[in-house]
T-cell receptor
Framework: IAGITQAPTSQILAAGRRMTLRCTQD?????MYWYRQDLGLGLRLIHYSNTAGTTGKGEVPDGYSVSRANTDDFPLTLASAVPSQTSVYFC??????????????FGEGSRLTVL | QQQVKQSPQSLIVQKGGISIINCAYE??????FPWYQQFPGKGPALLIA?????SEKKEGRFTISFNKSAKQFSLHIMDSQPGDSATYFCAANSGGGADGLTFGKGTHLIIQP
């Protein structure tokens, strides 16, 4: 089934540990995004990539890094996790990169708890 | 900073009633206004979207009303059903922006049977 696959589905992590959330899409979309979702704050953009080899910072990039080595994969890394990074993380993709983003297709999310 | 303000934060509607969720924006460069629907444990999915060259768009029981002069847009769900219970997000996409969609904070909608 075509779409976006995120892993892990959920994870409990000790503060200070390094963590990589994986995201793979099989739709050959140009643009990919990472959002975090927190109660009362909605969806906030962490990082984005308009095409393979390029990345950009979103609204809340601090403490996170991304890479886009190829079209399909867009991993999100927390170098040293802190409790404020406890959240649900969503990866998304779109056919066209910004500014003509159009529809975003979301994965089912990765729930991360940092203790 | 680009911003989309959404209200109410939560909403309870009786089955068969009309659910109304409102959003307002500041940046006149926004040129695409989608609504996303999210069920518990799932990612958001596009429900309906509108461009500023029209004032209304209807798809089944879902309607977007757009007021360009007031910089407001709203989602109306007619004949609301328990299956419509979900979180709804409005969003906007700037024609000049480089970072995709900006989302409202969401509305948790409950349709009571």
């Amino acid at each position: 089934i075509a779409g976006i696959t995120q892993a892990p589905t959920s994870q409990i992590l000790a503060a200070g540990r390094r963590m990589t959330l994986r995201c793979t899409q099989d739709m050959r979309h140009n643009a990919m995004y990472w959002y975090r979702q927190d109660l009362g704050l909605g969806l906030r953009l962490i990082h984005y990539s308009n095409t393979a080899g390029t990345t950009g910072k979103g609204e809340v990039p601090d403490g996170y890094s991304v890479s886009r080595a190829n079209t399909d994969d867009f991993p999100l890394t927390l170098a040293s996790a802190v409790p404020s990074q406890t959240s649900v993380y969503f990866c998304a993709s779109s056919v066209a990169p910004p500014p003509n983003t159009g529809e975003l297709f979301f994965g089912e999310g990765s729930r991360l708890t940092v203790l | 900073q680009q911003q989309v303000k959404q209200s109410p934060q939560s909403l309870i509607v009786q089955k068969g009633g009309i659910s109304i969720i409102n959003c307002a924006y500041e940046n006149t460069a926004f040129d695409y206004f989608p609504w996303y629907q999210q069920f518990p444990g799932k990612g958001p999915a596009l429900l309906i979207a509108i461009r500023p060259d029209v004032s209304e768009k209807k798809e089944g029981r879902f309607t977007i009303s757009f007021n360009k002069s007031a910089k407001q847009f709203s989602l109306h769900i007619m004949d609301s059903q328990p299956g419509d219970s979900a979180t709804y997000f409005c969003a906007a996409n700037s024609g000049g922006g480089a970072d995709g969609l900006t989302f409202g904070k969401g509305t948790h909608l409950i349709i009571q049977p």
